[in-house]
């Protein structure tokens, strides 16, 4: 799917899967669809969020082209879909894929292709932060929080010549002059064909091999990444950042609604609930898309 050439291309990544919700609840013989870092990997058998599932007949796809099982490392981010604990599906894309602008360890941050990026203890990483330079290239997955910012779940060092990737929200678009920035990187993609629409506040994932004399990465190929589509009644489980608060019982978990009622059974130990805290819930969907929450947990990041 990826491949050197100057179209544009706006997929639907959501409309090519046939979703029936998002679940996590194994041997349940639900479909499900779930969101969590990738916690363990024997072979046929991948742990996602700390459930182990079968993954032998999986069709899984590593930032847009067809992947292996063996490409999926602890803490990797993925989405994945199937029934009961067999993967059918699983899709990983990476947060960022480039080069290393600045580092400051004693904030356990750095920069990478116009993205900051947060490190912490449960943050899965190559080498230590301090021994990143300007100039490395680096590979991450994780969530993005209500900044834009990076909360990385794995980083790695990169020596192969792969196309620069950036995952994020579309700002300050302008069609006429075909760009738009994702943070602090301008995309352009002017020398493109754009198929779809792109629009202010899509979320979408931008490769491209080169920069122009501006510091704006001339993209090769754009993936319109689409919201959850869900069903009234099916399960759900998540593993992400609180990314909009509107109360304690109200949020959103890495753009999807949540709602806490009564029923929730929660443990807090691992913090308060909060605009970019890290949680795990699970959950039955009700007729309006929110996920409401049979259980609740919060993390430490």
Known sequence: ?????????????????????????????????????????????????????SDSAASIEVDGQAGKSSQLEVGDVVTAYGNGNHIERL????????????VDPAGG????????????????????LSALVPGTKVQVSGWADSTGDIIASRVDLLISREPTQVSGEVTSLD??????????????YSASEVEGVLQEGADVVVDGVS?????????????LVQPLQVTAGQTGRLEG???????????????????????????????????????KVSGVFDDNGVLVLGSLQSLRR
């Open 1 to 53: 799917m990826k491949h050197p050439t100057t179209k544009l291309t706006i997929v639907s990544l959501a409309a090519a899967i046939p979703l029936a919700g998002v679940a996590g609840i194994q041997g349940s013989g639900r479909n499900f669809a779930l969101i969590a870092p990738v916690t363990a990997n024997l072979g046929d058998t991948l742990s996602v969020g700390g459930v182990p599932y």
């Open 91 to 102: 899709i990983l894309n990476h947060s960022v894929r480039g080069p290393v602008s600045s």
């Open 109 to 128: 941050t750095f920069t990478a292709a116009g993205q900051t990026i947060h490190v912490g203890a449960q943050t899965t990483l190559a080498v230590g």
């Open 175 to 188: 069609a006429g002059r075909h760009r738009f920035k994702i943070n602090q990187l301008t995309v352009d």
């Open 211 to 223: 920069f122009d004399r501006n510091g704006a990465l001339v993209a090769n190929e754009v993936q």
């Open 241 to 279: 950042i609180i990314t909009q608060l509107t109360s304690t019982a109200e949020f959103e978990i890495d753009g999807q609604s949540v709602r806490v009622t009564a029923s929730t059974k929660q443990n807090l130990h691992g913090g308060p609930i909060a605009l970019n805290a890290k949680v």
